[in-house]
Every structure is written in structure tokens, then in C-alpha cells.
């Protein structure tokens, strides 16, 4: 009888340019790499994504862009897998060292853990606000936390923000129990596929882990039009699984894009030591906050009137 791998790493791919390359590198000083078994579905890349995916050793299989969705693709990708334990990853997260696979898989083998996802800490060249943001994040705590819903009427009771913080899950580096995975998969789910999952196997009694000593290096810098559209469907999805609407009037939007703005300002004057990005982020941030917080409101306000905007790309 074949022994099953260490774990079963998945990553979803589409043009993952230079960075996959550093990515890899991580993977492959991975202590238990030789035991691993790598798998990749990649959805229409033109670049090498799959010729460097299949040299490090990876299974790849390819589906069109348009069949991409966050939560079924995941799904396909888990399916062929062989081992118990899934890993799974996006192509720009990089190992932050040797262990971040066995830490996560020993994690995920305690008792009643259905997931277990890692601390995400910002590139060394992400701008001062990026850093901030992502280090203040639920992914960027150094304490590590574990939940456990024994009471799911407790949990219904809880307000809209806790219930969010409570179910916080993220498949940038996760990882999971294929048998929980069988009875709980992700879905045809468009965004925020992991959260949803994270809510459900906690209401069946399981536990998610948080486990800060493993982690990987990600961060970016989009362009705004991006993160508002990123921003917008992040907060559709809040409204509806938790009713957290976090901008829910023109009043709470003009304040909080204002108070935002300043604090932003000041930290960005204070810390960024580059005076040409320093010049840079002070004239983004307005644009940034403004574009951040509108889609906030529109989500909401979407919500409200049950109707649903098309957005691609995210």
C-alpha cells in the first residue's frame, strides 16, 4: 500500500510572472518537501506559470479563465488531491521559512481542527500604509487563536462584527482537513470563499486555528480602480453572510473617508523616509480612502435595494 503524502499543496494559477519563481523557491526549501504533492490548476496563464508550476514538480491542470471561481476551483483542486492534509496557497505568498508546511499540518492534526491559516506579513517593499493595514489585519496578529462553537444560538447572537472576527478564515495559506472538506466544501462561491467555509464547519462543531508561527510573505500594491472593486465585493460578502454593513449611510462615509484620510496623512509624513513615495502616498491616499469607503456604501446601498453589480477581475 502507497504511503499518502506529508500533504497536498494546492495553488490556483493564471499569469503568476517573476514573484512564482520566489515562491517555489520557498516551497521547495520546505523541510518536508520531498513529501509533499503538489498540485496547480491554472486558468489561462501566457506567461511560464506552468512550465516553472511543472518543473518544481506540480501536477497541472488547466481550465478556461472564464470557468475560474474562488470556491469551486478550490474545490476541483482538492479532489484530486491524495493526502488528508490540503495546503493551500495563492501563487504570490511566499514561504516566510522552512517549516511553514509542517507547522500548519501539525496544527491541522489536534483534535477537531477542520482548518489552520497563517500570519501574512507585507513585502519589504510595500509602502508604509499597505504595511500598516496588513499588519494590523487579523492575519497579521502574533498571538495565536483558536475557535470553537460549542453553542451555535451563542453564536447567532452575536453582533455582526463578531461573528466576522469569529469566522475570520484566509486561503492565501491555509490549511485542511480533506475529510471535513467532504462534508463541507467550499461551493460556487465568487469571493470570500474561505470565510463562508470557516462559518459552516465551525457551526458543525469543529475548530479553526490561527497559527501565527507559520507564515508567508504577501502584500500588494493595486491600482485604485482595483481596490475599489475589491473593496466592493469584499463588502457585499460581509453584508450577506454576517450583516456587517461597516458604511451604511453618506454620513458615516463623509466622516470615516475624512478621519481616515488625516490619520493616513500623518502616519504616511511621519514614517515614510523616501521623499518622492512620501509625495506619492499623500496624494493617493485621498483618492485611495474616497474609492475604498464609496464602495463600501454602494455595497450596502446594493444590498438594501436587493440588486447586484457585475464585477470581473477580483
Known amino acids: 500500500m502507497t504511503q499518502a503524502p506529508f500533504c497536498s499543496l494546492v495553488i490556483p ?11 517555489l523557491a520557498g516551497l521547495k526549501a520546505q523541510t518536508c518537501w520531498k513529501d509533499v504533492e503538489f498540485i496547480v490548476v491554472d486558468s489561462g496563464s501566457t506567461d511560464d506559470t506552468v512550465a516553472l508550476a511543472r518543473a518544481a514538480g506540480a501536477r497541472v491542470f488547466t481550465i478556461p479563465p472564464a470557468e475560474f471561481n474562488h ?23 511566499t514561504p516566510d521559512h522552512p517549516q511553514v508546511l509542517e507547522k500548519l499540518v501539525t496544527a491541522l492534526k489536534e483534535d477537531k481542527v477542520a482548518g489552520v491559516y497563517a500570519r501574512q506579513i507585507p513585502y519589504a517593499d510595500a509602502d508604509v500604509i499597505t504595511a500598516r493595514n496588513l499588519n494590523l489585519h487579523l492575519t ?4 495565536r487563536d483558536v475557535h470553537h462553537l460549542p453553542d451555535v444560538a451563542a453564536y447567532e447572537a452575536l453582533k455582526p ?10 486561503n492565501v495559506c491555509s490549511a485542511i482537513r480533506k475529510e471535513v472538506w467532504e462534508q463541507e ?40 480602480e482595483y481596490e475599489y472593486k475589491r473593496t466592493y465585493v469584499c463588502h457585499r460578502k460581509l453584508i450577506s453572510q454576517f450583516g456587517l454593513r461597516a458604511v451604511p449611510s453618506l454620513g458615516v462615509a463623509v466622516a470615516g473617508w475624512f478621519r481616515s484620510t488625516l490619520d493616513d496623512i500623518f502616519y504616511v509624513a511621519r514614517t515614510e523616509k523616501d521623499w518622492g513615495r512620501k509625495v506619492a502616498l499623500i496624494f493617493k491616499t485621498p483618492v485611495l480612502n474616497y474609492l475604498k469607503i464609496r464602495a463600501q456604501l454602494q455595497a450596502a446601498r446594493d444590498d438594501a435595494a436587493g440588486t447586484a453589480r457585475a464585477v470581473h477581475g477580483v
Open 161 to 170: 462584527m463578531e461573528k466576522y472576527v469569529f469566522s475570520n478564515f484566509d
Open 13 to 23: 494559477t493564471k499569469d503568476a510572472g517573476a514573484l512564482f519563481e520566489r515562491v
Open 185 to 224: 466544501m467550499f461551493g460556487r462561491i465568487n469571493f470570500g470563499e474561505d470565510i463562508d467555509w470557516a462559518e459552516r464547519v465551525l457551526k458543525r462543531g469543529y475548530k479553526t486555528v490561527y497559527e501565527p508561527a507559520a507564515a508567508v510573505v504577501h502584500s500588494h500594491d493595486r491600482p485604485v
Open 140 to 143: 497579521g496578529r502574533m498571538t
Open 71 to 93: 470556491g469551486a476551483t478550490r474545490d476541483f483542486a482538492v479532489a484530486q488531491t491524495t493526502s488528508p492534509y490540503v495546503v493551500l496557497l495563492v501563487q504570490d505568498a
